[in-house]
């Protein structure tokens, strides 16, 4: 008999940003894979994957809010809680990109600020809710950061910036939440193709005058199941001896 693996049935797993992207792919994986997931976007999209999803045979929910909303998110896991029962696992992978290749002095205030109130304040937000929901249950919280803003540069000075601020939430919170039995990992994606990713290249070729298309197509980016294999690994108990922050291509 072969070993199983990433092993996360009948886990409920909470993933932020899993309307598209590496969050979608992750949700998908995960309930193939037996997990209860809770599927958490601002895009209504979302309800579309939870019903795929369980038209598969899968356990899908969806909410929508905004992760900005303290009180949105405080009534989220309020919801989980009557709804579930408990949450063994959260993946924040909500975030956006905006303003690339911009220099500081032509960068937008209003920008720089939603940035950072999405990507660190809505993570922020969504871990200190999910904590004593996870302080039940021993569980795993996994930060999805970038190599931006951690090992490297960024097209976006805002996200850059936010994504080493996610890195360092997430090193904070390892020793503060490892006494309650919490493990916390940081995730740091390379060249997936997402929507975001895309975008970004696009930008670039309309810059430099290259064919979108083209440039997408040199780039190699990789598939975001590659990511979501890792996530489905660490939500699981196989996971229990990997710490600190972890790169993907």
Not at 181 to 196: A, D, L, S, Y
Not at 227 to 239: C, K
């Amino acid at each position: 008999m072969s070993e199983v693996v990433a092993d996360v049935r009948g886990k409920v797993i909470l993933i932020t940003g899993a309307a598209q992207g590496i969050g979608e792919a992750t949700a998908r994986l995960c309930a193939k894979r037996g997990a209860r997931v809770i599927i958490v976007d601002i895009k209504e999209t979302g309800e579309a994957t939870a019903a795929s999803i369980r038209d598969s045979g899968g356990d899908a929910t969806f909410h929508q809010l905004d992760v900005r909303s303290a009180e949105q998110v405080e009534a989220l896991f309020a919801k989980v809680k009557a709804s579930h029962d408990k949450l063994d696992v959260l993946i924040c992978a909500a975030g956006i990109l905006q303003g690339q290749y911009l220099q500081p002095e032509e960068f937008p205030l209003e920008t720089f600020e939603r940035v950072m109130d999405i990507n660190v304040k809505g993570t922020f937000l969504t871990t200190k809710y999910a904590t004593p929901l996870l302080a039940e249950t021993e569980g795993v919280m996994l930060l999805i950061a970038s190599g931006a803003g951690v090992i490297g540069g960024s097209s976006s000075i805002a996200y850059g910036t936010s994504k080493g601020a996610v890195n360092g939430l997430g090193m904070v919170l390892a020793s503060h939440l490892a006494p309650r039995k919490i493990r916390v990992n940081v995730i740091c994606p390379g060249g997936i193709n997402t929507e975001m990713k895309r975008s970004v290249i696009e930008t670039q070729a309309e810059l430099e005058g290259r064919d979108a298309a083209t440039v997408i197509a040199s780039a190699e980016l990789g598939d975001p199941i590659g990511v979501a294999r890792l996530l489905a690994y660490l939500a699981s108990d196989d996971g229990d001896y990997v710490r600190r922050n972890l790169f993907t291509r």
